[in-house]
């Protein structure tokens, strides 16, 4: 929460609001205005990358509910996203369930799903916690391979089109505001939940629990809440990539994907929405522009184009490392630092001054 | 009885490389903390190595191992002093992500240099079956885990008789006890460091050896969690003796159950060892609980 000199609130609903400055609403509506008016310009390859964006947000937000907002490690994201797909993929395949509810139910169940996994974070903490989690999500991992009563094994689960009123929704286009729209109410919801009692106790869990359970948080229930919470988003990310792709298997949700979500909050920024969704838009975003980059050397270098899928992970390691070294509170403070330096522009005194 | 003997071989052998991997994670564990997920990236580049020296150079075998050895502990002084050590006391989180972008990038470089297709080099353990009974057992696989032993049992001399190995030690216990005795952090970190490169490098070559040299190698870094997890995380002869459980279980169940649970059985038993003994077989009872 950051106080700027020059404004003044006189009413306690305008100082606890959301986005209490009007430089702050003007850029969230320009913002607004962008995502709006973007499908109509885009072309199919950038509306299916802003579809995957959109998407990694609900899950990078969910994750850093946990993670950055709680301290707690997971390394099992990809597990709780595989629940949410094989989950509403299923309920719609055998029961017949129309997309919507199917993608409702998958969430509360990867929420259930959640807190099972999150049991051990009652006992074990940092390190252990995460070798936990690595375990959970080995565990679902073969699950999902080899209970093929259950989820056909390593064959496809293939959906029939997600349809509102007669309309296919898996296009890019068209599935754009579906994913646009999860993402806004994810990152509401989660803003939201912070200034709230439950989310006060997560904070309050990750920067001293100890004290935390002094002045009356239930440790275990903030923590379980925490892991539900999470995962409810988590299968909400799996969901929709889910009717997307309209295809689910397991590929899609190994430890990669876990480790993913990690570097997202990690190069965004621990503990802040919108370093989620910068996060979710560089690392998506970062194979793309390699790819790209390949292909516009594959001329006076063939060979390079070989190399690519090396290159993407190479490269993926280097930013995680470099962003832990040079920025680690990630793009969320870079962005921060731009905003100071042109907030009393062209005057520079407060530059560097200002944190969070 | 025979598929039993081939099972327990093959077993131990594959135990006693998670045991080098296991011990090279307990080395920098114990000395700084860190949680290392490049542990299966450096015997990855202990397979290549080999490979390079060998077959692609031409060295003879004796002379490949030392100068793999060589290389890849210099890669890891390396790692030490431009990733780890600026990171020095930031959260666990940070440590946890920057050993997998590290692992990241070595995979990356080893793919990009070396192709993701399996190589053939001529093995230098001997090839070929021994029988035993009505047991055919790989000769690879049985020569192999003598060789993990003694370079455990060096490791585990190294650690109670050395100047560095009870520096080491005495870091573990208190780091600011051990400044102030004037004691190196930094040189400690970077012999922990080259340790667990050379224990890994000669978990990699046998593995080159016995499985051949292929990029998934590096998939044995994340069975090194359930080994420590059972030996206890600061403990050498944990790690030996949670990698031989842990080997063995996987040959067991995949030779007698199968349904691929054999990949699955080392996380059960890392979750039932996290709920009841967290610090392990031979771990220090001291844990950070809730």
């Given at each position: ?10 009413r306690?609903r ?10 702050q ?23 299916d990358?802003?579809?995957?964006v ?33 989950a ?8 017949g369930?129309p997309?919507?509810?199917s993608?409702v139910?998958?969430c509360?169940l990867?929420?259930?799903?959640g807190i099972?996994?999150g049991?051990p ?9 995460a070798i936990?989690?690595?375990a959970?999500?080995e565990?679902?991992?073969?699950a999902?391979?080899?209970w093929?009563a ?6 496809a689960i293939v ?15 068209n599935f754009?505001?579906i994913?646009v729209?999860a ?5 509401l919801f ?8 439950a ?6 869990v ?23 919470t ?10 929709l ?6 295809i689910?298997?397991?590929e899609?949700?190994t430890?990669?994907?876990?480790i993913v979500?990690l ?22 975003l970062?194979?793309a522009f390699?790819?790209n980059?390949g ?6 270098a ?8 090396y290159?993407q992970q190479?490269?993926f ?12 509170k ?8 731009v905003?100071d330096?042109f907030?009393?522009?062209?005057f ?5 001054s200002h944190?969070e | 009885?025979?598929?039993?003997l081939?099972l327990t071989?093959s077993?131990?052998?594959t ?11 307990v ?7 860190v949680i290392?997920f490049?542990q ?8 290549y190595l080999?490979f ?8 003879p075998?004796?002379l490949?191992v030392?100068?793999?050895i060589?290389?890849?502990?210099a ?6 002093r431009l990733?780890?050590r ?8 940070s440590?946890?992500?920057v050993?997998i972008?590290?692992s ?18 001529e ?11 009505p047991?055919l ?8 885990i ?6 455990l049992?060096?490791?585990w001399?190294?650690?109670r ?8 030690r ?5 780091q ?10 930094p040189r ?5 460091w080259?340790?667990?490169?050379a224990s890994a ?10 499985v051949g040299?292929?990029p998934?190698v590096?998939?044995?870094g994340l069975?090194v969690?359930p080994v420590?997890i059972?030996?206890g ?19 067991y169940?995949?030779g ?6 054999n ?14 003994r967290p610090?392990g ?10």
């Open positions: 929460m950051s106080y700027e000199c020059g404004v003044f609130h006189t306690y305008s100082d606890m609001g959301l986005r209490p400055r009007p430089v609403r003007v850029r969230l509506a320009l913002f607004a205005v962008a995502v709006l008016v973007f499908p109509f310009f885009a072309s199919p390859y950038w509306l990358l802003a579809n995957q959109a998407i990694a947000t609900v899950g990078a937000i969910g994750l850093n509910i946990l993670v950055g907002y709680t301290g707690q490690i997971s390394l099992g994201h990809g597990a709780f996203m595989a629940v949410g797909a094989y509403a993929g299923l309920l719609t395949l055998n029961l369930l997309w919507g509810v993608i139910l998958a509360f990867t929420a259930a799903v099972f996994f049991l974070s009652l006992r074990l903490k940092g390190l252990y916690l936990a989690t690595l959970a999500q565990i679902v991992q073969w999902m391979v080899n093929t259950l989820t056909g094994g390593t064959e959906l029939p089109a997600p349809r509102l009123f007669g309309l296919r929704l898996n296009s890019a286009f754009y505001w994913a729209l993402a806004a109410a994810t990152a989660t803003a939201n939940l912070f200034r709230s009692r989310g006060r106790a997560f904070v309050a990750r920067d001293q629990d100890i004290a935390a359970s002094v002045i009356g948080v239930d440790i275990f229930r903030t923590k379980l809440l925490a892991f539900a999470s995962s409810f988003f988590a299968g909400l990310a799996g969901a990539i889910a009717f997307y792709r309209s689910v298997t397991w899609r949700f430890l990669e994907i876990s979500y570097a997202m909050i990690i190069v965004g920024g621990l503990g802040t929405i919108r370093g989620s969704l910068f996060g979710a838009a560089l690392i998506t970062l194979p390699i790819t980059a292909r516009a050397l594959q001329e006076t063939p060979h390079v184009a070989g190399l690519l899928p290159a190479a490269v390691g280097l930013v995680i490392i470099l962003f832990l070294i040079f920025e680690p990630g793009l969320s403070k870079l962005w921060g630092n905003k330096y907030h009393v522009w062209p520079a005194y407060r530059r560097g944190g | 009885m025979a598929d039993f081939q071989v077993g131990l052998s135990g006693m490389i998670y045991a080098l991997a296991a011990a090279g994670f080395v920098i564990y114990k000395a700084s903390d290392n490049t299966g990236d450096l015997l990855l580049l202990g397979t080999i390079f020296a060998v077959a692609q150079i031409g060295l075998w004796s490949g030392l100068v793999t060589l290389l890849a502990v890669a890891a002084l390396a790692i030490e990733v780890l600026p990171l020095i006391g930031e959260p666990i989180i440590m946890i992500m050993t972008g590290l990241s990038i070595l995979r990356g470089l080893v793919n990009a240099i070396w192709g993701p297709s399996p190589r053939a080099f093995s230098f353990l001997p090839a070929g079956t021994v029988e035993i009974g047991a057992l790989s000769a690879g696989r049985l020569v192999s003598p060789i993990a032993l003694a370079v049992a060096a490791l001399l190294f650690f008789h050395t100047r560095d190995g009870i520096a080491m005495a870091i573990a216990d208190d600011q006890a051990a400044l102030s005795m004037g004691i190196s952090i400690v970190f970077g012999v922990a080259g340790l667990a490169a490098a000669i978990g990699g070559m046998m593995l080159g050896n016995i040299v292929t998934n590096a998939a044995i069975h969690f420590v059972l030996g995380l600061d403990s050498i002869r944990g790690a030996v003796v949670g990698g031989a459980v842990i080997g063995l279980l996987e040959a169940t995949g007698y159950v199968g349904h691929g649970l990949l699955v059985v080392p996380y059960v038993v890392l979750i039932l060892v996290l709920m009841v610090y077989l031979f771990g220090k009872e001291i844990i950070e609980r809730v």
